[in-house]
């Protein structure tokens, strides 16, 4: 169970106008403006559910998907997961989720997937019966046996992407952040990889937090949507709470950021 | 040690993929290392002496520093080139992983191409050696062990300290530089020559001398017999960094996506 009570993070960052003299004055004094990324936002998610997480860029999304999984420590809040502080407990608590961050790679860019896969066996010390169990099953459902041999660099975005997930669940993590999954791909893969998480939440019982950008996703995975916005929760429940009239859930959720402002 | 072997694997398996790469590289790293030895040579046959050190003492002193800082940079390549790492985003998934953060960083990169380089570091050590007649106990192989072991620990100690700052900022980091390829440049020489300021300066603060020039004088008959042990106390040094590191990983705030 994941439990996120009041929690704040607030970035730096560092300001200056464009220009020679201006870059010249920062030198010498520097102006700082702080960025609420998150303020306030407080959730409680079950085991075994599928959480779609969504807002416009630079929402809060990121942020919160990195404090979860231990990677940032906010000032303030509270944030159990399964019991543990994430960033306190970071070791313990990372050995039990799988990321994945759509737009950055873990697989090695020039040996074959395989290879990666092995590493990642070694630093999550799974043993071997339970690794070869996990790696048929993955392939199987996501038909990877043909792309085990080709180092990274020689794979599609779309084939990339379902090694990718692969590789975050060989450990069998009891839950899963699927930072932007799809984006990029093309309809096939896309479907590929909806269809794949779907099978892993009902079957597996895996909890899943997906943030995205395409309300496809949205439609097809999700039945509960945490909307946020400037950093505070703006909506907790179902996609259908914003749908209302509109024709799609596209425009449902534009006319919905306008109607905040955001 | 498992896991940095399986990482040295990997590391040699995409290096296969880019095979004259590599090899153009040793020879580049090779031959610039190679251009120092000339000018040292060239100088010291003017001078015949630095400071009561011969040409060939010299280029011992050379010889052992440069396998010294080879050896950290080839292991701690990840330390050397964090800003990326940092800049990238990459640091994040070493973070979402249940090992060790300094290890990941190490096994994240490692240079095999600095072979280049230390295979001109052991001929210059070799020829060393071989010239100045130095007589071989069980105390000056220790030496030297020693000497390989606390320099390699000190170089990565600075380069540890790079990475560390990189979470602070990641602009103008360029001074660490004097610590690292500076101190292999003035390593040519034995510390002494730079002033006794400069000695105690290496002695006590960054402790250089500890790996280089005290052990030098006992491998060359003129040092008191605890010299060959000072590279251990030069280890001590690696606290410090490693608590630095502590802390930046503490400040981390990451990069937006």
Partial sequence: MITLEHVCKTY???KRDAGFSSALKALFHREYEYIHALD??????????????????GAGKSST??????ILTPERGVCLINGLVPWKNRIEHVRNIGVVFGQRSQLWWDVPIADSFELLKEIYRIDDSLYRRNLEELCAMLQLSDLLKTPARQLSLGQRMRCEIAASLLHSPSLLFLDEPTIGLDAVSKLAVRDFILK???????TV????????????????IILIGKGSILLDGNIEDIRQDYPSTEEALAAFYRSHDL | MKLYGKYFAMHLKSLMEYKTSFFLTCIGQFLVSFNVFLGMYFMLRRFSTVQGFTYNEVLLCFGITLMEFSLAESVARGFDTFDSMIRQGEFDRVLVRPRNEILQVLGSRIEFSRIGRILQAVVMFVYGFSVSKVHWTFGKILAVVLMLIGGTVIFTGI?????ALCFFTIEGLEFINIFTDGAREYGKYPVSIYGKRMLQLCTFVIPYALIQYYPLLYLLDRGKPYYPLLPLAACLFFLPCFLLWKLGVKHYTSAGS
Avoid: C, W
């Fill in chain 1, 12 to 14: 730096q960052v560092s």
């Fill in chain 1, 40 to 57: 306030d936002v407080s959730f409680t998610i079950q085991d075994g559910e599928m959480v779609g997480y969504i807002g416009p860029n």
């Fill in chain 1, 65 to 70: 998907i990195k404090i979860l999984s231990g």
């Fill in chain 1, 200 to 206: 892993l939440n009902q079957e597996k019982k895996t």
């Fill in chain 1, 209 to 224: 937090i997906l943030t995205t950008h395409d309300m496809q996703d949205i439609e097809a995975l999700t039945s509960r």
């Fill in chain 2, 159 to 163: 380069f540890l300290v790079y990475a």
